[in-house]
C-alpha cells in the first residue's frame, strides 16, 4: 500500500502543474468574456465591458503559448493536459464567436465564416477521437498552429467591436477580414487531417 502512494502523489500533483494551471486559467476565462458580452449587449451594460472582456481574451490566447512551452520546457507533459489544451482552445474561440454572433458583432455573410470554424473544428475533433481508438496520432502542423494564432487574433479584435471602432474606426471590419482568413486556413488545416486520415477511416473496420 505505502509502495503505491508515491504514485498517487505523482499522479495528483501531475494535474497540478504550471503548465496545466495554465490551461485551467483558459477555460476559466470562456464564461468570465461570454458574461462581460452578454451583459454588456444585453442588457446595455457599459461599453468598457468590451475591454474587460478583451483584457481576459487576451491573458487567456497568452496561456495558449506558454501552457505548451512550460510543458515542454520543464518536461511537464500530463494526460489532463494533453486532453484538456485543445478543448480550452475549441472552448474559448468557438464560445466567444457564438456571443459574437448573438450581439450582431458578425452578421449576415460573415456568419458563415464562423459557421465554417466551428464545424472544422467539431469534425476535426472526431476525427481525432477515432483515430485515437485506432492508436493513430495525427500530428498538429505548422499551420494548423497559425490557424489558430489567426483565429485568436480575429476574435481579438471583433470583441474590441464597437469599443475599438470608437477609438479608431474599423477595426471591427479587419476582425471580419482577419475571420475570414481564418476560416480559409481553417478549411485548408481540415483538409490536410482528413486526407491524412483518409487511409484509416476507410479501413476503420479493421484496427
Given at each position: 500500500?505505502?509502495?503505491?502512494?508515491?504514485?498517487?502523489?505523482?499522479?495528483?500533483?501531475?494535474?497540478?502543474?504550471?503548465?496545466?494551471?495554465?490551461?485551467?486559467?483558459?477555460?476559466?476565462?470562456?464564461?468570465?468574456?461570454?458574461?462581460?458580452?452578454?451583459?454588456?449587449?444585453?442588457?446595455?451594460?457599459?461599453?468598457?465591458?468590451?475591454?474587460?472582456?478583451?483584457?481576459?481574451?487576451?491573458?487567456?490566447?497568452?496561456?495558449?503559448?506558454?501552457?505548451?512551452?512550460?510543458?515542454?520546457?520543464?518536461?511537464?507533459?500530463?494526460?489532463?493536459?494533453?486532453?484538456?489544451?485543445?478543448?480550452?482552445?475549441?472552448?474559448?474561440?468557438?464560445?466567444?464567436?457564438?456571443?459574437?454572433?448573438?450581439?450582431?458583432?458578425?452578421?449576415?455573410?460573415?456568419?458563415?465564416?464562423?459557421?465554417?470554424?466551428?464545424?472544422?473544428?467539431?469534425?476535426?475533433?472526431?476525427?481525432?477521437?477515432f483515430l485515437a481508438e485506432l492508436r493513430v496520432s495525427?500530428?498538429?502542423?505548422?499551420?494548423?498552429?497559425?490557424?489558430?494564432?489567426?483565429?485568436?487574433?480575429?476574435?481579438?479584435?471583433?470583441?474590441?467591436?464597437?469599443?475599438?471602432?470608437?477609438?479608431?474606426?474599423?477595426?471591427?471590419?479587419?476582425?471580419?477580414?482577419?475571420?475570414?482568413?481564418?476560416?480559409?486556413?481553417?478549411?485548408?488545416?481540415?483538409?490536410?487531417?482528413?486526407?491524412?486520415?483518409?487511409?484509416?477511416?476507410?479501413?476503420?473496420?479493421?484496427?
Open positions: 500500500m505505502s509502495s503505491a502512494d508515491p504514485i498517487a502523489r505523482d499522479r495528483r500533483g501531475s494535474a497540478f502543474t504550471v503548465p496545466n494551471i495554465l490551461t485551467y486559467g483558459r477555460v476559466v476565462a470562456v464564461p468570465m468574456v461570454a458574461a462581460c458580452l452578454f451583459v454588456q449587449v444585453l442588457y446595455e451594460g457599459g461599453i468598457w465591458l468590451r475591454w474587460v472582456a478583451l483584457a481576459i481574451f487576451v491573458a487567456a490566447a497568452i496561456t495558449d503559448y506558454f501552457d505548451g512551452y512550460l510543458a515542454r520546457a520543464w518536461s511537464q507533459h500530463s494526460a489532463i493536459g494533453r486532453m484538456l489544451d485543445p478543448i480550452a482552445d475549441k472552448l474559448l474561440v468557438g464560445i466567444v464567436l457564438l456571443m459574437l454572433a448573438a450581439d450582431g458583432t458578425i452578421l449576415g455573410w460573415s456568419l458563415w465564416a464562423a459557421v465554417v470554424i466551428l464545424s472544422r473544428e467539431i469534425l476535426v475533433s472526431g476525427l481525432r477521437e495525427v500530428p498538429v502542423t505548422r499551420l494548423a498552429k497559425w490557424k489558430t494564432a489567426v483565429q485568436l487574433i480575429a476574435v481579438g479584435f471583433l470583441i474590441a467591436g464597437p469599443a475599438g471602432d470608437q477609438i479608431l474606426p474599423g477595426v471591427t471590419q479587419v476582425g471580419i477580414a482577419l475571420l475570414w482568413f481564418a476560416a480559409v486556413l481553417t478549411l485548408y488545416t481540415g483538409y490536410d487531417y482528413f486526407r491524412a486520415g483518409a487511409a484509416h477511416l476507410v479501413d476503420g473496420d479493421e484496427p
